[in-house]
């Protein structure tokens, strides 16, 4: 049975791919792009720039019929991945069978990436249920340790490696987001304030970037981050009708700016799903996905807290 | 033209075309404003006019204490009027009919030999109902415009224990100047028919902006609506969106003149095709 075969429930395929050489990289992924192409289905490739250079070259003149984009750049925030790439693409051809090979975990992620990577990966099953797509996620067998094998497993209910097709006998998605959303680090050289209302989003913001300066946040980020604070703490006083606590700190090569409250976020897509039409709000989390490097999340029944982080150089970035 | 536009302190020192909102608790703390913007009209040579609900002996009242005001009022250099016989009473005013009969007064004191009118109000009165407070932001908004192009400055006072703070941020976004901090954004004539955008949009509700807009008549011209938004500090992209869906249900491209870095950044992240950033003059 084909993927165009599938009754609609049944078209979303959504496999990990592992290789461990640009070869086996190549002979999986040619024949996927170009066998799309062929059945004139729009396809994407999103992937880190040195594999995006291998497959343009491998695919030659068909490379210009494929959306290809930088995961390092487009995908630097892991929870901007299904909003703004998956799903900006797929949503663009929704009449269609759409192809995507989407790789957002390679070896250069950071230990504070990782768990949003992993959750990421998780979250795409829930984010595409039902919706006639493939996404194919590369991952690198030679390079990436067995903790992100081993979580690909979970969070992919199919594993292709060279010819092979597998069920994951191991699936269980909803694991993985539960697995990853852990206590975030805490810091004792963090300045902080609380905020009791709308009236204080001003010194908020003023707050942020006064120690942002201090940490030495690029002055052309200061709009970012007075962006971000301002979504952060507006989504905490409006959804928990308490205080939160906002702080700020540097961590290694990042600034991060955290805000704590006593609210729950029950829908793990929030903050994840392109905006409606004529929508005022509810892109709070959304914004500040596009706007950050990274954002983490731990939240539970007694309170929740977002860390947002922006790196203090462009090396970092 | 760059008009004086942000958080009032004090009623010292504004000029022949400001405009500044006054929320008070205390009549007194609101009497001495009030001198202290005639006091400083009539040695700039305006004609200076107080108004407000009472008896006008009372109200003369509340002006001693300037210099020189007993022939002020005796010359007709500074003069009394009580609201209730001035306006309707419960009613909305006509915004245009009051705009008018501010400019007649001002051309009045300009060929009475005076450089300007100056005018203290007490407004409270005026916003009581939903309907007079709408009818007054408009007019808020329209003789603001007045002003720029003519030697009109005005003091508005709404007393706190009548007029609660969302009444109040209602007709407070329409001046240049208040002296509170919320609601934070102010929405005020440029001058030449323009209008100009100024300080922070997030700490009211949305709503609050979009009535604003509405209130503040802000239609395109050659197809644009352009603000001038030089005194922007911060906009949230609910008010963005808000602005930006004002401009599309009027068929035209909003043109934001601002030098925040953030309005950019999030007209290129909310995709909107309609709005242009544009370097504040």
Same mark, same amino acid.
């Given at each position: 049975?084909?993927?165009?075969?599938?009754?609609?429930?049944?078209?979303?395929?959504?496999?990990?791919?592992?290789?461990?050489?640009?070869?086996?990289?190549?002979?999986?992924?040619?024949?996927?792009?170009?066998?799309?192409?062929?059945?004139?289905?729009?396809?994407?490739?999103?992937?880190?720039? +040195?594999?995006?250079?291998?497959?343009?070259?491998?695919?030659?003149?068909? *490379?210009?019929?494929?959306?290809?984009?930088?995961?390092?750049? *487009?995908?630097?925030?892991?929870?901007?991945?299904?909003?703004?790439?998956?799903?900006?693409?797929?949503?663009?051809?929704?009449?269609?069978?759409?192809?995507?090979?989407?790789?957002?975990?390679?070896?250069?992620?950071?230990?504070?990436?990782?768990? +949003?990577? +992993?959750?990421?990966?998780?979250?795409?099953?829930?984010?595409?249920?039902?919706?006639?797509?493939?996404?194919?996620?590369?991952?690198?067998?030679?390079?990436?340790?067995?903790? *992100?094998?081993?979580?690909?497993?979970?969070?992919?209910?199919?594993?292709?490696?060279?010819?092979?097709?597998?069920?994951?006998?191991?699936?269980?998605?909803?694991?993985?987001?539960?697995?990853?959303?852990?206590?975030?680090?805490?810091?004792?050289?963090?300045?902080?304030?609380?905020?009791?209302?709308?009236?204080?989003?001003?010194?908020?913001?003023?707050?942020?970037?006064?120690?942002?300066?201090?940490?030495?946040?690029?002055?052309?980020?200061?709009?970012?981050?007075?962006?971000?604070?301002?979504?952060?703490?507006?989504?905490?006083?409006?959804?928990?009708?308490?205080?939160?606590?906002?702080?700020?700190?540097?961590?290694?090569?990042?600034?991060?700016?955290?805000?704590?409250?006593?609210?729950?976020?029950?829908?793990?897509? +929030?903050?994840?799903?392109?905006?409606?039409?004529?929508?005022?709000?509810?892109?709070?989390?959304?914004?500040?996905?596009?706007?950050?490097?990274?954002?983490?999340?731990?939240?539970?029944?007694?309170?929740?807290?977002?860390?947002?982080?922006?790196?203090?150089?462009?090396?970092?970035? | 033209?760059?008009?004086?536009?942000?958080?009032?302190?004090?009623?010292?020192?504004?000029?022949?075309?400001?405009?500044?909102?006054?929320?008070?608790?205390?009549?007194?703390?609101?009497?001495?404003?009030?001198?202290?913007?005639?006091?400083?009209?009539?040695?700039?040579?305006?004609?200076?006019?107080?108004?407000?609900?009472?008896?006008?002996?009372?109200?003369?009242?509340?002006?001693?204490?300037?210099?020189?005001?007993?022939?002020?009022?005796?010359?007709?250099?500074?003069?009394? $009027?009580?609201?209730?016989?001035?306006?309707?009473?419960?009613?909305?005013?006509?915004?245009?009919?009051?705009?008018?009969?501010?400019? /007649?007064?001002?051309?009045?004191?300009?060929?009475?030999?005076?450089?300007?009118?100056?005018?203290?109000?007490?407004?409270?009165?005026?916003?009581?109902?939903?309907?007079?407070?709408?009818?007054?932001?408009?007019? /808020?908004?329209?003789?603001?415009?007045?002003?720029?192009? $003519?030697?009109?400055?005005?003091?508005?006072?709404?007393?706190?224990?009548?007029?609660?703070?969302?009444?109040?941020?209602?007709?407070?976004?329409?001046?240049?100047?208040?002296?509170?901090?919320?609601?934070?954004?102010?929405?005020?004539?440029?001058?030449?028919?323009?209008?100009?955008?100024?300080?922070?949009?997030?700490?009211?509700?949305? /709503?609050?902006? $979009?009535?604003?807009?509405?209130?503040?008549?802000?239609?395109?011209?050659?197809?644009?609506?352009?603000?001038?938004?030089?005194?922007? /500090?911060?906009?949230?992209?609910?008010?963005?969106?808000?602005?930006?869906?004002?401009?599309?249900?009027?068929?035209?491209?909003?043109?934001?003149?601002? $030098?925040?870095?953030?309005?950019?950044?999030?007209?290129?992240?909310?995709?909107?095709?309609?709005?242009?950033?544009?370097?504040?003059?």
């Amino acid at each position: 049975m084909t993927v165009a075969e599938l009754p609609p429930s049944e078209r979303f395929v959504h496999p990990a791919l592992f290789y461990g050489t640009d070869e086996q990289y190549l002979d999986a992924l040619v024949p996927f792009v170009t066998e799309g192409l062929e059945r004139t289905q729009p396809v994407a490739v999103a992937v880190p720039g +040195a594999r995006l250079r291998l497959l343009r070259e491998a695919l030659g003149d068909a *490379a210009h019929e494929v959306t290809m984009i930088d995961m390092e750049v *487009a995908g630097r925030n892991p929870g901007r991945i299904i909003p703004t790439v998956l799903r900006r693409f797929a949503d663009g051809h929704d009449t269609v069978h759409v192809r995507i090979v989407g790789e957002p975990i390679w070896a250069g992620r950071t230990d504070a990436e990782y768990p +949003a990577c +992993a959750q990421h990966e998780a979250l795409i099953n829930l984010a595409f249920a039902g919706r006639d797509v493939t996404i194919v996620c590369p991952y690198d067998t030679s390079t990436l340790d067995e903790r *992100a094998l081993a979580d690909a497993l979970v969070t992919h209910p199919v594993v292709w490696e060279g010819a092979r097709r597998l069920k994951s006998d191991r699936y269980d998605p909803d694991d993985v987001i539960g697995r990853y959303n852990q206590p975030l680090p805490a810091v004792s050289d963090a300045v902080e304030m609380t905020i009791e209302g709308t009236a204080d989003l001003r010194a908020a913001r003023g707050f942020a970037v006064a120690h942002a300066h201090r940490l030495g946040l690029p002055d052309e980020r200061m709009a970012d981050l007075q962006l971000i604070t301002g979504e952060l703490v507006t989504n905490s006083l409006r959804h928990t009708g308490g205080n939160c606590r906002l702080r700020v700190w540097r961590h290694h090569d990042h600034l991060v700016c955290a805000v704590e409250d006593g609210g729950h976020l029950d829908d793990p897509l +929030a903050g994840r799903r392109p905006p409606a039409q004529e929508q005022f709000g509810g892109r709070g989390l959304l914004l500040i996905n596009q706007l950050a490097d990274l954002v983490r999340t731990h939240t539970t029944r007694h309170g929740t807290t977002v860390h947002a982080l922006l790196a203090l150089s462009s090396q970092a970035r | 033209m760059v008009r004086r536009s942000g958080l009032a302190e004090n009623t010292h020192g504004l000029g022949a075309h400001d405009h500044a909102c006054w929320r008070y608790e205390e009549a007194r703390e609101f009497h001495a404003h009030v001198r202290e913007f005639l006091s400083d009209g009539l040695a700039r040579g305006y004609r200076v006019w107080y108004t407000a609900s009472g008896d006008v002996t009372a109200l003369a009242g509340d002006l001693r204490g300037i210099d020189g005001i007993d022939e002020a009022l005796a010359s007709g250099a500074a003069q009394v $009027s009580s609201l209730d016989t001035q306006y309707p009473v419960g009613a909305p005013i006509d915004p245009a009919a009051q705009v008018r009969a501010y400019a /007649e007064a001002t051309q009045e004191a300009l060929a009475a030999g005076f450089t300007g009118l100056r005018v203290a109000a007490d407004c409270t009165p005026l916003v009581g109902t939903p309907e007079q407070l709408d009818a007054f932001a408009r007019y /808020e908004h329209l003789v603001d415009h007045y002003m720029t192009s $003519s030697p009109l400055s005005g003091m508005c006072g709404y007393a706190s224990d009548a007029v609660d703070e969302q009444a109040f941020g209602q007709v407070a976004c329409m001046h240049p100047n208040t002296n509170s901090p919320s609601p934070g954004f102010r929405l005020y004539a440029a001058g030449d028919d323009g209008t100009a955008l100024g300080g922070e949009t997030d700490l009211v509700p949305g /709503e609050l902006f $979009s009535l604003a807009l509405v209130r503040a008549g802000l239609r395109p011209r050659d197809g644009r609506i352009v603000l001038e938004a030089g005194g922007l /500090e911060f906009l949230d992209h609910n008010s963005l969106l808000r602005l930006a869906g004002h401009a599309a249900d009027r068929d035209a491209l909003l043109v934001l003149r601002t $030098s925040w870095p953030g309005a950019a950044r999030l007209v290129d992240l909310l995709d909107l095709t309609n709005v242009r950033v544009e370097a504040a003059s």
